[in-house]
């Protein structure tokens, strides 16, 4: 069955599976690369709040302060997942936003003392989903945690409208590129029809030969073929001499024959056999 199968299906089935691959593992790509990109942007902020916050602590006795005030855009719109919140030894700050909830620091996502601030995603108030930036400082002496927080939404949402889109694009370029493989196995198996034609004209009497000039991948075939025919027209001229031959070695005994026999033949029956003959 594969060795009837269409060369030009073969052509196109195969293309068109490697660009629907190609283009799956190439939206995957995009999509880790758009996600590190959203979430980069996201981290950036909540990175430069708690600097800002850092940079406006002060302590006051055992407690923490801060010296102004720390609710800039995102983090003044109330319950909608911009928060922050600082933790100290004594007493707790946090975002307007917060109202009177409390953000929890995941277990698993606890940061070692003087790090970089870790990401971590985790249920927050309000039934949001929220992705999460702690860093572990010290004010003076007191040990410090500051978390700032973004709704997961603002990452999962523009990454998904921009995989929409994405998704749509690729869609449009397979069927595009489909399309052209098409065309280009019809023009590129154009040839071998005209070839074909030309094996018909051969077959029908109008030609002799094949014509030469075929594109560089059938010139082999083209070669053998039109070998093919002189060898087949040698053997037919051979054929055609020898039995030239034959008919007139046969010729003069019968006709030697057909006398001897005219004496001894009365019934006729042997000259019309040599006759026959």
Known sequence: MAKRASLYRRLLVGAAIFIVVALIYTGFVLNFVLFRFVQGQVDGRLDTQIVFLASMLKADGDKIALAGEADGPPFDRPARGWYWQVIGPANTLRSHALLDQTLGIP??????????PVPGD???????????????L?????????????????????????MRTLV????VLGIALIVAILLQVRLG?????????????????KRERVPPEQPREIQPLTTELNALLDQNAENLERARRHVANLAHGLKTPLATLAIASSRNDPSGQLQALVALM
């Not at 277990?107 to 070692?112: A, G, L, N, S, V």
């Not at 010290?138 to 921009?162: C, H, K, S, W, Y």
């Open 189 to 205: 198996l154009r040839p071998l029809e005209r070839l074909r034609q030309a094996i018909v004209e051969v077959r029908a009497g």
């Open 107 to 116: 277990e698993f996502h606890r940061p070692p003392r003087e790090f970089h």
């Open 122 to 136: 985790a249920p927050g108030p309000y039934g949001q989903t929220l992705h999460f930036r702690i860093q572990n």
């Open 138 to 162: 010290q004010v003076g002496e007191m040990p410090i945690t500051i978390i700032a927080t973004a709704p997961r939404a603002a990452i999962v949402d523009p990454l998904r409208d921009a």
């Open 168 to 171: 749509l694009s690729l869609v």
